[in-house]
């Protein structure tokens, strides 16, 4: 599938006064005005990011009752037990509130995840009962989920349970009956910032119970050194849950990188050690996102999330690294299943004729695993840029988990052609459903046929956003370190792209990697050259040879080798001069300089 690229608009006038306004560079600008930043004022607060620029808690509706009732609870000496989903962002909340109880002095917490297969998403009846029985009238708090659990929180009120809830989930049309709700955008707040993870809510839970334990305003020493510390946590839940990196979120992710790359906990320390992070100069966000995020998935998708929760929370280091083994082969074996259900769905879509006029892939299959599936839908959508529902059919009910692209939301989809289903949720980014395998026909047609509609032209398109065209000898190494200060980088703060346009190769590009799918090339511009890496895009690379001329899509980066820095391109597409005009060519552009 053609991608084009669409360079974006800019106003040289703007750009030179943000860049003396906040004291930047041109091109640092140029990309901030690109992300909505368009003050000296909020320029200096996004690129500092300073911790005293979290929102207070006490504004996110419901945390003050929970947390008074969690603080009423620790003193009486009653049971806690806190209902976590099995995702990084449901594992990582659990850890850092748990952790937060027990430093408060809760001698009966505990904490309940439930099997992703055998028990499904969210909370369910069964786990409620069996809690009850082990901890009659327990203070029962959910995270990162809850807020679709309409009947579970009446089973709750039956079953002598006190029941509040804790998620950033879409709300639906009816809100569960919980003693109480805690939810960033519940109707009727005026929390700020309504983007947080189900993890950063429970962080800011934590936040406040340890206030009770303070002053009232401030947590006591103790606690206010383990909030910052649990940092890392949230900034990991963050990240892999795909929320938009910008405000609160990216003062958490900012914040936490620096400090598990500081000063790791026991359970972090063994986590990065089997994920290769421990030597690194500094902790990305993709470090979190291709490396100990998945580790963690890996629990609650093939194993017992649980697990995981016990590793990030223990002082023991030999426990801890025998746990992140587990976890480091598990994932190991999730990669495998990944594989092979990505072959059969791929092949699928073949033997169906290929894409056509799909609006979206809806696919089931009897021994999927739905615990993997959401994984290969991403997969799909990043091969064939449609919305995509990938189901697992199991002997009670299918299972299936979505994934969409960008500007359409899959939430509102699904439930526009929910009429059938057992239940779903989700936000725009990413869904689950469940239905019976005999509704899975008519739920496929009615989705597609609803994505056909609403899927516009410029939907279907594959865009590739450049932030400005920009030569090759302003990238040197003191503008590349001011561009790494926009990190960390994902949803809502993509990292900068440029292009260079009518670069040469100079010298012969040299195929690399164990499955030789990248290209290693030196572009020249003028008297520049520079270093560069286009991951997979070795296939299309062939035939490239030294003093071809080529317009070449990047992101900048800054290559370590042996102490010695220096510059390098990553290469995210690049058309070649002779090639004739295309969906691909890059659209007029003006450049921007340093």
């Known amino acids: 599938m053609a991608t084009r690229w669409r360079v974006q608009p800019f106003d040289r006038d703007r750009i030179a006064e943000l860049s003396r306004g906040a004291g930047i560079s041109p091109l640092a600008a140029h990309v901030l005005l690109n992300r909505g930043v368009t003050d000296a004022a909020s320029a200096r607060a996004f690129l500092d990011a300073r911790l005293n620029g979290l929102n207070d808690p006490e504004g996110i509706p419901g945390v003050v009752d929970a947390a008074d009732r969690l603080v009423a609870a620790i003193r009486r000496d009653r049971s806690i037990v806190i209902y976590g989903d099995y995702d990084v962002d449901g594992v990582c909340g659990v850890s850092v509130l748990w952790a937060a109880l027990k430093l408060a002095g809760a001698k009966r917490v505990d904490y309940y995840i439930p099997h992703r297969v055998q028990e499904g998403y969210g909370v369910n009846p069964e786990a409620l009962r069996k809690i009850a029985a082990d901890h009659p009238g327990a203070l029962v708090v959910t995270v990162d989920c809850g807020i679709s659990a309409v009947a579970e929180a009446l089973l709750a009120r039956e079953l002598g349970l006190e029941f509040v809830v804790t998620d950033h989930h879409t709300i639906g049309s009816e809100l569960p009956a919980a003693d109480v709700l805690v939810h960033p955008r519940l109707p009727g707040g005026s929390y700020p910032f309504g983007d947080l993870c189900g993890a950063a809510v429970a962080f800011k839970l934590a936040w406040q119970v340890c206030k009770g334990f303070g ?6 020493p103790h606690l206010r050194d383990y909030l910052v510390q649990s940092l890392g946590l949230v900034a990991m839940a963050t990240v892999a849950d795909v929320v938009p990196l910008r405000e609160e979120n990216r003062i958490l992710v900012r914040h936490g990188l620096a400090g598990v790359h500081g000063a790791p906990t026991v359970g972090m320390k063994a986590l990065m050690r089997v994920a290769k992070c421990l030597d690194k100069r500094k902790l990305t966000a993709g470090n979190i996102g291709f490396g100990l995020a998945p580790r963690i998935n890996a629990a609650g998708r093939l194993e017992r999330a649980m697990r995981a929760v016990e590793m990030l929370t223990t002082d023991d280091a030999t426990l801890a690294e025998r746990i992140a083994d587990e976890l480091d082969e598990v994932n190991r074996r999730r990669q495998e299943v990944e594989r092979e259900i990505f072959r059969q769905a791929t092949e699928q879509i073949r033997s169906e004729g290929g894409l056509n006029d799909r609006g979206a892939i809806v696919l089931g299959r009897q021994g999927w695993h739905p615990g993997v599936i959401g994984i290969v839908a991403s997969r799909m959508v990043e091969t064939y840029h449609r919305p995509t529902i990938l189901v697992a059919f199991g002997e009670e009910f299918a299972q299936g988990s979505g994934r969409s692209i960008p500007g359409f939301n899959l939430y509102d989809a699904i439930h526009q052609c929910s009429e059938g289903l057992i239940g779903f949720g989700g936000h725009s980014a990413a869904a689950g459903v469940r239905m019976s395998a005999d509704h899975f026909p008519v739920f496929a047609e009615r989705f ?12 279907r398109e594959r865009v590739l956003n450049i932030d400005a065209e920009v030569p090759l000898a302003t990238l040197d190494l003191r503008t590349v370190e001011e ?88 290469i995210k597409d690049f058309l070649v001069a002779d090639v004739p005009a295309s969906a691909a060519a890059p659209a007029t552009v003006a450049a921007v300089g340093a």
């Open 483 to 570: 561009l790494e200060k926009l990190e960390p980088h994902g949803m809502g703060n993509p990292r900068p792209v440029f292009l260079a346009s009518r670069a040469r190769v100079v010298g012969e590009p040299r195929v690399v990697g164990a499955d030789q799918k990248h290209l290693q090339l030196k572009l020249g511009q003028g008297n520049a050259v520079v270093k560069a890496i286009a991951w997979g895009l070795a296939e299309k690379g062939k035939g490239l040879a030294h003093d071809a001329e080529l317009d070449a899509v990047f992101s900048p980066s800054i290559n370590e080798w042996n102490g010695y820095r220096s510059v390098q391109l990553e």
């Open 448 to 459: 597609d046929a609803r994505c056909r509609g609403l899927m516009t032209p410029e939907l």
């Open 215 to 220: 002053d009232g305003k401030k947590a006591s």
